[in-house]
Structures are given as C-alpha cells and as structure tokens.
C-alpha cells in the first residue's frame, strides 16, 4: 500500500476518524473497565465502531489500543495480555479497513512521568516497543503515538515504533490555550518546539490531536508549519471545547460546524483532518465531503 505521506505528496488532503470512548461508553463500557480489553471479550463492537468510520468516508482508522501500554495494562492486571490485546486491536481494525484503508495503530501516554522519577527512559522505550510490534503483527501499516505532553516520552515512543516495526509513524501532541493565546502542552511544550525532536526521532507525520476544536487547530497548525514548511500534519480536533452539566461532559460543535473550518485548516497546513473527543461519524462524514468539494 501506498503510504499516507506518499499521497499527501501527490497533493491529496485525507481524512482519520473520530472518537472512540464515547462508541465504547454507549455500547456498555462500565467505569473502571478496560476499553482495551473489549478487543478479546466483545470484539463485534470494536469492529463496528471501526466500521462506521471507513463507511463515513474515513482513508484511515485507529485501533482501540490507545491504553494499550504494559504501563496502563497493568492497572488492570492484564500485563502479560499486551501482545494478545494489541494485536487483536489491530486485526479487528484491519478487517473493517480491508486492503486499501490505513490503520493506525494508537499507542497513548503511558500515565508514567520520567521527571518525576515514576520511569527511566529505557523502561518507556521497551514498553512502546512491546505494544508497537503487536498493532505491527495485528496488520497496523501505520502507528500513531499521540496524546503526548512530555517530549522524552513521545520521542521514546517515536524511536521505539520507526527502530522495531516497518511502519509509517505519527506522533502528535496535546496542546492548551494560555491566556496570552498562545499553546502549550502540559509539561511546556510548545508546537514549535516539538517539531524537530520528534521527526530527529523518525516520526513521518506529526500533528496535534485533543484538547482543543478545530478553530484553535487552526493556530497549532500555523505554528507547526512556521518551522517546516514540508513535514505531513495530522489533526484530530475535539468537537469543540467540552461543557460539564450534571457530572456529564459533553461536546457541542456540530458536524456542519466543524467541516465549515475544514478549508482554514488546510489553508494553515493541515494535511490529515480526523476528530478527537466528541466527534462522530456523521462529523467526519461531512468533513470527508468538504475534503472532497476541495479536490
């Protein structure tokens, strides 16, 4: 297959999918439980959530492996399932993609921090090889590490995926608003600052993903191409930003409103345009056809 960052040279703009928990929440996942798991217990549902990505018109679908760490698996007692619930991730995600959809193979933040002494940096490099190999052997052709708000973890995820798999590799970070307007994720990283590291550490792709709708993605993407002008962006922006009401959280942006700034996305480097928290089918439904009026 023809890599993702082969067509974005051809001048195409393709499209991700959206969110998973919410799907995996309103199909029966408990609080407490592990979403990962559902790869081996109910493995029809992860299919179908898959599924209604690629039939909304997605070129690429993650895997539900984004807590798929031996660091996040753990808190479960599942540490000696991390191949088997990875690798299941990735087949479950290939069969709804067929032979000529990407899969993205999500591995996430490992909730362990190196500056706080939780983690060496050789423990996060095993660990992001261990889950890597399985999405690799489970049909992934791409893995995306994202979420990420330390560097040295994102770079260890990076090198871990590009030196122990023959995949594409994306990396995409987590970023907030300041006051001033200006982002940053959590551990102080700015979008400029990531972008030499991370593609130094064999990252394909690189991005942001969360934390913000599509309007602050805008910025993000604006500040990412102010220091490259050629490296592939991928976005996965949040259906707006969330409003809690009654303990719940939800996510307001509507389908139409997140594909009317599909083309200032673009205009500001955008090259892979998916959702994140709240997003559905029908929001990267009518994101694919505003991609498609484009080209």
Not at 16 to 40: I, R, V
Not at 119 to 129: I, M
Not at 194 to 210: E, L, P, R, S
Request: aromatic share 6%.
């Amino acid at each position: 297959m023809e890599t993702i960052a082969d067509k974005i040279k051809t001048g195409k703009i393709l499209v991700s999918d959206g969110a998973w928990g919410t799907f995996l929440q309103q199909k029966g996942l408990q609080p407490g439980e592990c979403p990962e798991l559902w790869n081996l217990e109910h493995p029809n549902e992860v299919f179908d959530i898959a599924k209604s990505y690629i039939d909304a018109g997605a070129d690429m679908i993650e895997t539900n492996s984004f807590g798929g760490s031996r660091f996040k698996l753990e808190l479960y007692g599942l540490a000696d399932k991390v191949y088997e619930i990875n690798k299941a991730a990735a087949q479950i995600s290939r069969k709804a993609a067929g032979p000529n959809k990407h899969v993205l193979g999500s591995i996430g933040p490992s909730g362990k921090m190196l500056v706080m002494g939780d983690v060496t940096y050789d423990e996060y490099y095993e660990a992001f090889k261990e889950q890597a190999i399985a999405l690799a052997d489970g049909g992934a052709d791409t893995l995306v590490i994202e979420t990420m708000t330390d560097i040295d973890e994102a770079r260890a995820a990076v090198s871990a995926a590009r030196e122990n798999t023959n995949c594409e590799i994306i990396c995409t970070m987590t970023f907030d608003k300041t006051p001033d307007g200006d982002f940053y994720t959590m551990m102080g990283i700015a979008p400029a600052d990531m972008v030499q590291t991370i593609i130094d550490a064999g990252a394909n792709i690189i991005g942001a993903n969360c934390g913000n709708g599509m309007e602050n993605m805008i910025a993000i993407s604006e500040a990412i191409r102010s220091v490259n002008a050629e490296i592939p962006i991928l976005i996965h922006a949040n259906a707006g930003a969330p409003v809690y009401e009654n303990g719940e959280t939800h996510f307001l942006e509507t389908p139409e409103q997140m594909a009317s700034l599909v083309e200032k996305l673009v205009s500001a480097g955008a090259n892979i345009i998916g959702g994140c928290c709240g997003t559905t089918p029908e929001h990267i439904r009518q994101i694919a056809q505003k991609v498609k009026q484009m080209q």
